[in-house]
């Protein structure tokens, strides 16, 4: 049991049970499934500051602050209790152009040339993670939603903006990685 819990799943499981937690979601108590909701819950709850954005009854959303809090707990355990002891597979045509953009590393999801925290203090963390991070909070925000959001639950109960941005994210993603990344990996001395 443990040898299969410590595998990547295959898609046809992992996809099913992550596509019935909407239904699931809707049918237990009428919620709807997202992340980046759940930060504006937080700030909320601990910084009652009198901005209209966040003045609004957040304890009703608890639920999404605990879902938050079991992803975090989900994450330690997994990393720390049920690794994939086996090697990361990558292409090989996709290991050539990351060892062109100067990472190396594949015995790990996240590869230590990019993250690492002797990183974060650098350009490329700047770059990477501040303002990256930066961007994609604006993002979220602007779309009305995080990925997860949209493309999970925006699209499966039908809603036409999920789907438009769903679509754009994906365009961006792929001028990011096919047209953007290798001049920004350079730039920044990567």
Not at 7 to 16: H, T
Not at 65 to 76: E, K
Not at 122 to 148: D, E, H, N, P, Q
Request: proline letters at 5%.
């Amino acid at each position: 049991m443990m040898e299969w819990i410590t595998q990547p799943w295959p898609w046809y499981v992992a996809g099913p049970l992550i596509g019935l937690t909407v239904p699931a979601l809707l049918i237990l108590g009428n919620k709807t499934f997202g992340i980046s909701s759940s930060l504006r819950h937080v700030c909320a709850a601990c910084v009652p500051a009198g901005i209209p954005f966040f003045t609004y009854n957040w304890k009703k959303e608890i639920w999404n602050l605990l879902f938050v809090v079991g992803i975090l707990i989900g994450g330690v355990i997994a990393t720390n209790f049920l690794a994939n002891p086996n090697e990361i597979i990558i292409a090989e045509s996709t290991k050539a152009d990351l060892t062109a953009l100067g990472v190396t590393d594949y015995g790990n999801l996240l590869p230590s040339d990019i993250f690492s925290w002797e990183n974060l203090f650098t350009a490329k963390g700047l770059l990477f993670f501040v303002i990256g991070g930066f961007l994609v909070g604006f993002g979220t925000r602007y779309a009305g939603g995080c990925t997860s959001g949209h493309a999970i639950m925006g699209i499966s109960s039908l809603q036409w903006q999920s789907v438009v941005a769903t679509m754009f994210f994906m365009i961006g993603g792929f001028l990011m990685t096919h047209v953007m990344l290798e001049p920004l990996m350079k730039w920044v001395g990567f």
